[in-house]
């Protein structure tokens, strides 16, 4: 018979490894992600090529073509096993924590591998790129955390639901409204090329949004994963 | 000792009476068949047992020498087999029987994989893309993940579902070889599934 003795890490990477290995094989989220990211880069560099938009609009478009190419795809972590009927198996399998940061991993290994398609793309297309690299840096890694801090406790809500795509964006819009004005405020003095004066703000701000939320998840998610 | 009570147990569903007054106690060693016709809450009341529904009167409880114990001190000593619980199409039976083993915190070896496949019936398939499988060879892979999580709680939703004489045959040596440590609970309609169980609990009279 088995022998009990996996760590609690080994269990949430296997969560993880798990929804890889599937999503390479189906491409549930990916495929959604990708061409939705695609298309609104294409109609966004035709719609700006005769002219040139300012810094401050391009950090804006650069963090709509992330938010709503993740919209498209990141619910699906929980959707997926709520419509498959694998959320039954799941639940009796293992606990709360496990599930909630196995899925979290997966939905920023999902946003990581989004964004290292994106910013190429954007800065070919748009013909522009970041002044200040260690700033943009900075704007993805914890936009992205946040991102997937957020949508993640949010897509184990709406799965539940009937009518889960619309009430995915809705309820994560407002969630998300504060982590958006300030990775875009990052983001603007990283195209800008700004000193860490002008982003010391919004860096605070990101990083409690980063951490209220990943341990606000934490918290609600085990109410939220079994009822 | 672990123990399983049903106290004065009770669902609605809106203005729907379900079922109401369901007592019943089992330890170890003991089992129970839930009865009864389509739609009188026999898989209800599997979920209001595991805790995964509410119930609108009456409580379960499950405790070790007198200790409640929390849902997930329960759940690692839980196994559920039932038509509404499904295991992964995209990864292949090993895949989904080493997933749940490693969650539920269980490293298991491949020989270990090998010898429970065999005990359901599907040696040679453990390869194959669970979203190939039958029904059936479904609802054997679900004994496998079963058995591998070495349950003292055994819960059959319709446990011969889809299968054959064979699959059958199975189920029935399953049953055998865990009856004697393992709490057992077996919801079904199939009247020659009665007999697999010590009493009757019985729902929708």
């Known amino acids: ?227 | 000792m672990l123990k399983l009570d049903v106290l004065n147990l009770a669902k609605r569903f809106g203005a729907r009476k379900v079922f109401e007054s369901i007592n019943f106690s089992l330890t170890p060693g003991e089992s129970i068949a839930i009865v009864g016709p389509n739609g009188s809450g026999k898989s209800t009341l599997l979920r209001l047992i595991i805790g995964l529904n509410i119930p609108t009167k009456g409580k379960v409880v499950f405790s070790d020498d007198g200790e409640p114990l929390e849902f997930d001190a329960y759940r690692r000593r839980l196994a559920l087999v039932s038509p509404y619980l499904s295991l992964y199409g995209s990864l292949t039976g090993k895949e989904n029987l080493r997933f749940f083993a490693k969650v539920n915190g269980d490293n298991i070896s491949d020989q270990e994989i090998d010898s429970l496949l065999a005990q359901v019936g599907l040696q040679g398939r453990g390869e194959d893309f669970v979203s190939a499988y039958s029904s059936g060879m479904l609802q054997r892979l679900k004994y496998a993940v079963a058995l591998a999580k070495n349950a003292e709680i055994l819960m059959l939703d319709e446990p011969s579902a889809n299968l054959d004489e064979s699959g059958k045959e199975a189920v029935s040596d399953i049953i055998e070889s865990r009856r004697k440590n393992s709490i057992l609970i077996i919801a079904t309609n199939e009247k020659e599934e009665y007999a697999l169980a010590e009493r009757q609990c019985q729902l929708g009279q």
């Open chain 1, 1 to 227: 018979m088995p022998s009990g003795n996996v760590n609690w890490v080994s269990k949430v990477l296997a969560v993880t490894e798990k929804d890889i290995v599937s999503e390479f094989r189906t491409r549930y989220a990916i495929n959604a992600i990708l061409m939705f990211a695609l298309v609104t880069l294409t109609v966004i560099s035709f719609a700006v090529g005769a002219f040139s938009p300012t810094k401050e609009v391009m950090a804006a478009l650069f963090w709509i073509i992330l938010f709503f190419a993740a919209m498209s795809g990141l619910a699906q972590v929980f959707i997926k096993e709520e419509e498959s009927g694998t959320a039954l198996a799941l639940k009796l399998a293992s606990d709360g924590t496990v599930i909630f940061f196995g899925k979290l991993l997966f939905n920023l290994a999902l946003l990581f591998a989004l964004t290292v398609i994106v910013v190429p793309l954007f800065i070919i297309l748009l013909k522009t790129e970041p002044a200040n690299w260690l700033f943009f840096l900075y704007a993805i890694l914890l936009g992205n955390i946040g991102l997937a801090g957020a949508t993640t406790i949010i897509a184990a809500i709406v799965s539940k639901a009937t009518i889960k795509g619309a009430l995915f964006t809705v309820l994560s819009f407002p969630v998300l409204m504060p982590l958006l004005i300030a990775v875009i405020e990052i983001t603007k003095s990283a195209f800008l090329g700004g000193v860490f004066k002008d982003i010391a703000a919004p860096m605070q701000l990101l990083v409690a949004y980063d951490v209220v939320m990943i341990i606000l998840s934490y918290l609600l998610f085990d109410f939220v994963w079994r009822q």
